[in-house]
């Protein structure tokens, strides 16, 4: 597998974590590290660690059931050890509030920038997801 095409498939594993609830992968494609960061395209929108961002992905996966998604226009340029994977992305599902039994659909469109960095294996450095519509 190419590099173009690894990155690209680290965008596929990143939105399938939502529909298998494998929640795994999202700590293995991500690099923990200091300089981690992310912009999500749900609140809370200030920039996060990768601690946090880890913890807030897992809990907004869980929380959707019937998740479906389609990434779009899906484009990887590398430089070097760096590269930077523009897409958009289309998200639906119920969102499930456990305490009171009740669900929201989430219907979704966001425009996605993942940076990632290679040393052995390519890993996102930095997320920034933002909402284009409901």
Excluded at 19 to 46: E, H, M
Aim: glycine share 4%; hydrophobic share 40%.
């Amino acid at each position: 597998m190419g590099d173009k095409d690894e990155i690209l498939d680290i965008i596929a594993i990143f939105f399938n974590a939502g529909k298998t609830k494998n929640l795994a992968p999202l700590g293995a494609i991500q690099l923990d590290d200091s300089r981690f960061s992310s912009y999500s395209d749900v609140p809370p929108f200030d920039l996060k660690d990768y601690a946090t961002t880890i913890a807030l992905q897992q809990l907004r996966f869980v929380s959707i059931s019937d998740y479906e998604c389609e990434v779009k226009n899906a484009r990887a340029d590398i430089f070097d050890n760096c590269a930077v994977a523009t897409f958009t992305v289309r998200q639906t599902g119920m969102i499930v509030d456990n305490y009171s039994f009740r669900g929201q659909h989430l219907s979704m469109e966001s425009r996605g920038t993942f940076v990632l960095a290679k040393s052995q294996k390519w890993k996102i450095v930095h997320v920034h997801l933002s909402r284009i519509s409901d």
